[in-house]
């Protein structure tokens, strides 16, 4: 879970895409699905605040980058299952889905893979509309300036999710609820 300096530069590198550096597939794939121990993110019954669950959204911010790597080498078979290992390990009931969850529930594949793709787009736009026009309704709400920042976030990895897809629909939502809560 770390980043290697080098003197070298990654022949695919496109400094619009936001991802920086190389992931080395092989060496990443034997750390997160093998080595790594993910004790206790599937028990609804441990409770995590918002700085423990900066630690799983760091894991899935990993998978994620590493399902890309496999989907830009062709090899969808490896990023679905590192994608629903990711969901495996981490799901929704017990540790919600965050900004990297569109990126791991990636579409590669058949339609029950993006049925689960649409429905994390769908639990994140559903729960960041609904949240966004709480804190609205509040006379306080600058007090939730944080809260409200990682749902527009959350938003902003739906709509990049959706438009890579190809799914007009969501993505036109998502920029919709996110005009419509943080206007230019």
């Given at each position: 879970m770390?980043?290697?300096?080098?003197?070298?530069?990654?022949?695919?590198?496109?400094?619009?895409?936001?991802?920086?550096g190389?992931?080395?597939?092989?060496?990443?794939?034997?750390?997160?699905?093998?080595?790594?121990?993910?004790?206790?993110?599937?028990?609804?019954h441990?409770?995590?605040?918002e700085?423990?669950l900066?630690f799983?959204a760091n894991?899935?911010?990993?998978?994620?980058?590493?399902?890309s790597?496999?989907?830009s080498?062709?090899?969808?078979?490896?990023?679905?299952?590192?994608?629903?290992?990711?969901?495996?390990?981490?799901?929704d009931?017990?540790?919600?889905?965050?900004?990297?969850?569109?990126?791991?529930?990636?579409?590669p594949?058949?339609?029950?893979?993006?049925?689960?793709?649409?429905?994390?787009?769908?639990?994140?736009?559903?729960?960041?509309e609904q949240?966004?026009?709480?804190?609205?309704?509040?006379?306080?709400?600058?007090?939730?300036?944080?809260?409200?920042?990682?749902?527009l976030?959350?938003?902003?990895s739906?709509?990049?999710?959706?438009e890579?897809?190809?799914?007009?629909?969501?993505?036109?939502k998502?920029?919709?609820?996110?005009?419509?809560?943080?206007?230019?």
């Open positions: 770390a980043y290697r300096l080098l003197p070298l530069k990654d022949p695919n590198y496109d400094p619009r895409s936001g991802e920086e190389f992931v080395e597939k092989d060496i990443t794939y034997k750390h997160l699905l093998k080595d790594f121990q993910y004790r206790g993110l599937q028990n609804p441990i409770f995590y605040d700085n423990h900066r799983p894991y899935r911010d990993k998978f994620a980058r590493l399902a790597a496999y989907l080498a062709g090899n969808v078979a490896k990023a679905k299952e590192v994608a629903d290992k990711c969901l495996e390990l981490m799901p009931n017990t540790i919600p889905y965050d900004y990297y969850s569109p990126q791991a529930g990636a579409r594949g058949s339609r029950r893979r993006e049925k689960k793709a649409d429905d994390i787009l769908d639990t994140m736009t559903r729960r960041s949240m966004l026009a709480y804190y609205a309704a509040k006379p306080d709400a600058s007090l939730f300036e944080d809260d409200q920042r990682g749902y976030l959350g938003l902003q739906v709509y990049r999710a959706a890579l897809s190809g799914d007009k629909a969501r993505s036109e998502a920029v919709g609820l996110m005009n419509q809560y943080y206007p230019r």
